[in-house]
């Protein structure tokens, strides 16, 4: 729907205008959905207009506030979510991207 939408803003803007999309994924998401992406031959965006960034996994927090276990030697690790999708963001390097 989002790419969409771009190619409708695109249209009026001009076909030498640039409008990105930036999706965001997690480690066990990541690879596939840059493969359905590439599959459906990005929604009819250009490839230098759709951006991936991960964003990054912390320990899971179980309702009693105690750390959830994944094994007895390893923590559950779960998406950080929206809250660290700035850190995420220009660790991933899509800031400097945008900006050029």
């Known amino acids: 729907l989002v790419a969409h939408q771009i190619q409708a ?16 994924t997690s480690d066990t998401t990541d690879d596939a959905t840059k493969r ?3 599959s459906r031959e990005n929604f009819g965006l250009k490839p230098d207009d759709v ?3 991960c ?16 094994s007895k030697h390893a923590l559950e690790m779960v998406p950080e979510g929206p809250g660290g999708v700035i850190l995420a963001l220009n660790q991933s390097g899509c800031v400097t991207k945008l900006k050029s």
């Open 55 to 70: 964003q990054h996994s912390a320990p899971a927090m179980g309702p009693d506030g105690k750390l959830v276990m994944h």
């Open 36 to 38: 359905y992406f590439s």
């Open 9 to 24: 803003v695109k249209k009026l803007a001009g076909p030498s205008s640039s409008l990105p999309l930036v999706v965001m």
């Open 51 to 53: 951006h991936f960034f």
